[in-house]
């Protein structure tokens, strides 16, 4: 029972930002937000996790809203690599559940 | 390349056979998952081993065996399989279980498409 809601697929042009939502409205103070993303038959890959503040690394950006509500994972500067399952995953009893994502294509 | 290596990639079985996938990190994790993904649902977390310690079972049929030698292997043994356990097998590690559950990443391997016929 993911405790995430996304919609189910975006598209985004090649060297666009990509802006994928993520509602959690019913999350703890003490729970943390994790992306993950898959791309077609490879295993998961981390990308980012935040619990109040913004985040950044060399993949992307994470944007938490202040009441802790909602999310956005930002790619900064899309690639056509950058097509895949986007997972926003908040843990339910402690264990990382997986959703059914977002499934980003990238536009050339 | 995440650290963790599944083998085999691609596995057709037969019901009656018995077959092993294997998972391995030299990440210096101590703690493996197994997760199953069927086509179009969510993954499914089966096994968590931590310190060569079974701490899950997500009520798994005991068709599927894991096997945890060592922090560095995590294998899962297969017999009597059903059509319906053709899925993606995925294995991933962290740290540790406690970390992983608090706020760490896990690494996940490439995965093992299995295929019972």
């Known amino acids: 029972d993911a405790k995430t809601t996304q919609p189910p697929s975006m598209d985004c042009a090649e060297g666009r930002a990509a802006n994928l939502p993520c509602n959690h409205s019913?999350?703890?103070?003490?729970?943390?937000v994790y992306w993950y993303r898959q791309i077609h038959s490879q295993g998961p890959q981390y990308i980012i996790h935040?619990?109040?503040n913004n985040e950044t690394n060399e993949m992307a950006s994470l944007i938490i809203t202040e009441d802790r509500k909602s999310s956005t994972l930002i790619l900064p500067h899309a690639t056509l690599r950058d097509t895949a399952v986007y997972y926003c995953?908040?843990?339910?009893?402690?264990?990382?559940?997986f959703g059914t994502g977002t499934r980003l294509t990238i536009i050339p | 390349e995440t650290g963790v290596t599944q083998t085999p990639r691609h596995l057709v079985m037969g019901m009656t056979n018995k077959k092993s996938l294997k998972c391995e990190q030299h990440?210096?994790?101590?703690?493996m998952y197994w997760y199953k993904q069927s086509a179009k649902k969510p993954l499914e977390l089966m096994f968590v081993?931590?310190?060569?310690?079974?701490?899950e079972n997500n009520s798994v049929p005991s068709r599927f065996s894991p096997e945890c030698p060592n922090s560095s292997h995590l294998f899962l043994h297969l017999h009597t399989l059903q059509p319906e356990d053709s899925a993606l097998y995925l294995c991933?590690?962290?740290?540790?279980?406690?970390?992983?559950?608090?706020?760490?990443?896990?690494?996940f391997g490439q995965g093992t498409r299995l295929t019972v016929v």
């Open positions: 935040g619990l109040k």
């Open positions: 991933a590690s962290s740290q540790d279980r406690d970390i992983y559950y608090m706020n760490t990443e896990a690494f």
């Open positions: 019913t999350i703890s103070g003490n729970e943390y």
């Open positions: 990440l210096g994790h101590n703690a």
């Open positions: 995953i908040v843990r339910v009893e402690k264990k990382l559940t």
């Open positions: 081993y931590n310190f060569k310690e079974q701490t």
